[in-house]
T-cell receptor
Framework: DTAVSQTPKYLVTQMGNDKSIKCEQN?????MYWYKQDSKKFLKIMFS???????INETVPNRFSPKSPDKAHLNLHINSLELGDSAVYFC?????????????FGSGTRLTVV | DQQVKQNSPSLSVQEGRISILNCDYT??????FLWYKKYPAEGPTFLIS?????DKNEDGRFTVFLNKSAKHLSLHIVPSQPGDSAVYFC??????????FGAGTRLTVKP
């Protein structure tokens, strides 16, 4: 009964491949996010989806595309993977009033591009 | 354009003493601030928050202080316990859907 679950937990792939990371939340939250934690450990927002509408896209390359089949899922598709895409990717969700209660994060997906 | 900065990558304190984690921000439009705690191989978990209209918020052993004029906030943990050893992230919010994080401070509490 994990609140925010991501799969896979680890992903090793070659440059040029296309891969997806799945995220599901069972909290009934109305907004979901993808964050990237780079080698410098900063957590940087990539996307957020509210009621299936993209509301933030922080200068992310268009090789990255979020796909939300429904309110409980926000998957991340990455095309033509590059070495610099290696990072830990976190999915998160929130409800109205997030500023009081914060976001709920998944446990992360460590992507390694070789 | 890192708008939230945690300049100390690590902090080590003795069990029972106070831990003070610091955070600075550059955007005066931030109006809500949060602290998250992260254990290895897990996602960050929400710890405590403060609105910009307050200067202090307390929850058990955790207290967050906000100095708006200095654009600075801090998290105090007292007394510190070994289970508090984790990475602590400071975050600031412009609205409900835009939260910016610092790079984190690794706290080690020694028994």
């Amino acid at each position: 009964d994990t609140a925010v679950s991501q799969t896979p937990k680890y992903l090793v792939t070659q440059m040029g491949n296309d891969k997806s990371i799945k995220c599901e939340q069972n909290l009934g939250h109305d907004t979901m996010y993808w964050y990237k934690q780079d080698s410098k450990k900063f957590l940087k927002i990539m996307f957020s989806y509210n009621n299936k509408e993209l509301i933030i896209n922080e200068t992310v390359p268009n090789r990255f595309s979020p796909k939300s089949p429904d309110k409980a899922h926000l998957n991340l598709h990455i095309n033509s993977l590059e070495l610099g895409d290696s990072a830990v990717y976190f999915c998160a969700s929130s409800q109205a009033g997030a500023r009081s209660y914060g976001y709920t994060f998944g446990s992360g997906t460590r992507l390694t591009v070789v | 354009d890192q708008q939230v900065k945690q300049n100390s990558p690590s902090l080590s304190v003795q069990e029972g003493r106070i831990s003070i984690l610091n955070c600075d921000y550059t955007n005066s439009m931030f109006d809500y601030f949060l602290w998250y705690k992260k254990y290895p191989a897990e996602g960050p978990t929400f710890l405590i928050s403060i609105s910009s209209i307050k200067d202090k918020n307390e929850d058990g052993r955790f207290t967050v202080f906000l100095n708006k004029s200095a654009k600075h906030l801090s998290l105090h943990i007292v007394p510190s316990q070994p289970g508090d050893s984790a990475v602590y992230f400071c975050a600031a919010s412009l609205n409900n859907n835009d939260m910016r994080f610092g790079a984190g401070t690794r706290l080690t509490v020694k028994p």
